[in-house]
């Protein structure tokens, strides 16, 4: 199978997940403020807030800077690319809330995309992208080396696109226990 079919693949899995980002209507700063009261967690809302740019650079090897990406009442988004090389070492959306759902239709999405590569190609999906569970990290974990990394603990889900991130198999779970343990105070 050739790499366009690969991401063409990647893309209709990851559009269901986007696409259900959604937004409540209820402003940021009010549901930040509660759950933060609430629970003890971060009171900002926001995932470059998450991890300093001197964090994610002794794991890239280089300087990084962060990039804030789309962002709503329900979810963050930001990136840390290399400063020389503008690689994307590491792209994370947190899903404050609405996680549990967001995770479900991912996997909705995963399924049609295997159903896909199954019946177009006569190929396992699972086999290009080799995703494998991580056993005891939030409520359920999945490492992938050509998708999204995912964790969802309670309704809060983390995605964490780590593609050029050097080591990034073993680099996962200390990364994912830091942002949770951040996230959910």
Not at 56 to 76: D, I, K, N, W
Request: charged fraction near 20%; proline fraction near 4%.
């Amino acid at each position: 199978m050739n790499c366009t079919k690969r991401v063409l693949l990647a893309m209709i899995a990851g559009t269901f997940l986007s696409a259900c980002g959604g937004d409540s209507g209820e402003p940021a700063d009010a549901m930040a403020a509660s759950a933060g009261a609430a629970t003890g967690a971060m009171t900002t809302r926001d995932a470059c807030e998450v991890l300093s740019e001197s964090e994610v650079a002794a794991m890239a090897g280089e300087p990084v800077s962060a990039r804030r990406g789309e962002g709503g009442a329900t979810y963050s988004e930001c990136g840390w690319f290399g400063r020389q090389t503008e690689t994307p070492y590491l792209e994370l959306t947190v899903y404050w809330r609405g996680g549990r759902e967001t995770w479900e239709i991912q996997r909705m999405g995963y399924g049609m995309a295997r159903t896909m590569m199954r019946s177009a190609e006569g190929a396992e999906l699972d086999s290009i992208v080799k995703p494998g569970p991580v056993a005891a990290l939030g409520d359920s974990a999945i490492f992938a080396d050509l998708m999204p990394s995912i964790v969802l603990d309670d309704d809060v889900m983390l995605e964490m696109y780590l593609f050029h991130m050097p080591d990034a198999a073993r680099t996962f779970r200390p990364l994912a226990q830091t942002i949770l343990q951040r996230v959910k105070g």
